[in-house]
């Protein structure tokens, strides 16, 4: 059996409605999976929720409804968004599923058995209104904690401790000689630098008595667990990890088929969660280091320069946008105008301009006189081997396919999108150089635009096959019109990286009529 490639992303929030940034995270790891099942790769594609918390007790108290009524709610917005966006998931995480409950429960009735779990006291300074004690770090220049806090009073509270610090030189160790543990290198780097200030352990509950949405501590019925063995347990909860084996090669084989992950997730998630909590929770469960994930951490989008916000009022809504535009525009600009782990600002004049420019322009014009002329030409059909030729384009074709394949590994869809458009782009030039309506006046000059026109339908070909993970339809379009694998119509599986070998279309195969691909916005 050969291993399945295991992509996460973080889950989302159930506080409130997705924004713009959560698509972004969604569509890159959608895109991540398409590219590897065009490899012919198995792949696992886990994605969901995470819906319990403070935050959405709160927002369910003011509401008056409960708070499974709430996260439901917005659950289904998360869900209706994946669908409209093409997002093609295998399994979904909702940490409400008792599933998932049991999973966590179980961990942590291990850990507590190991004693890497503790109980003791907390002291401190805190704040009535945000329900949480504050450090120094919460005090104003003046020294006092600001009105936003609300009334602060002094509180001892018991609670449940994770054994972190003790973890802290395996975790440096584990840095150093995986140094590939993270993807952009500079985001290991500041992880390396978080860890080495890291001190004190990790408080792992509430009690009942502030919050009670939540999964109920195996050992202590008046507990909570808070907040990350609910959120992160969920990457190995729902692909059948067994909290009571400890040894982790007895673990059941779908899940060892398919771990470690990949977890695609955003900057601020990094540190401290998913770089020091998370591979210290899997080390203290027993996993082998050869056996940790993967993160890729990717940028944010932003609204001219600042941070996108629902209280802020900047938050793009993805549904109008694909709305107006269209799932494969909207696709089409988040993975081709942002650099992968680095910010971005949103703006939807962008949207248009390089749909227009890149889309409309190139690559559906290359399309639509490619297959124009071929009708024109030579009735529909393509008269010409490709051994007959060894050009120009032939080895562009080959150049761009390299890219791609390269852009496609290092997770920069920027450079999977750009392969398609210099294809492109050669094309067309190639087309208004030759002037094959000029070419075709001269009988003598049959057989060099029967040769021309194979190899743009060749390179459109290509072309459909670099851009089909991030705009499936349109790939298939392209394909339907060149009459290319119809009996996979549809279907992705009609997509596969085996056949970007130069010249697979057949001598004396018939193309279909050109149809407008990507009608440009005006
Ligand atoms: N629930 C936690 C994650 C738990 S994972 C075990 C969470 N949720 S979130 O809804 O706040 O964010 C979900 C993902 O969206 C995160 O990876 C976050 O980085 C990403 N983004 C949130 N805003 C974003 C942008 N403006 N731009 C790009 N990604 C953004 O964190």
Redesign the pocket.
Known sequence: MPKTFYIT?????TNSAP????A??KVLADVIARYHRLKGEPVYFLTGV?QHGQKVQQSAEKREIPPQQFVAGITEQFIALWDKLEVRYDGWAATTNPLHKQCVQGMLERLWNQKQLYRDKQSGYYSVRQEQFLTDKERGPDGNFGPEWGTVEYREEENYYFTLSSHKEWLLKFLSSHPAFVTPSFRQTELVNAVEKLGGDLCISRPKSRLNWGIELPFDPEYVNYV?FD??S??LSFVGYDPNLTDFSSQPSTFLDKWPALHV?????MVP??GIYWPIMLHALGFPDDRMPGLLV?????IGGA??SKSVGNSVDPNTLVDKYGAEAVRYYLMSDIVTGKDADFSEERLVARYNSDLANNIGNLVSRTLNMLNRFCHARLNARASDFNSELQSQARAQRERFQQSADEFSTPGMLAAADCLSSRCNEAIDREKPWELAKDRGRQAKVACLLYELAEAVRLIALFISPVLPRAAHGVFDQLQWKMELGGKEERFSAGDMEWGQLPEGHVVGKPAPLFPRFT
């Open positions: 992303t973080a889950i989302d929030y924004h713009i940034g959560h972004y995270e995470d990350w959120a992160l969920n990457y997730i955003g900057k601020d998630i969660a998913h990717h940028g944010w989008w932003n941070k996108m």
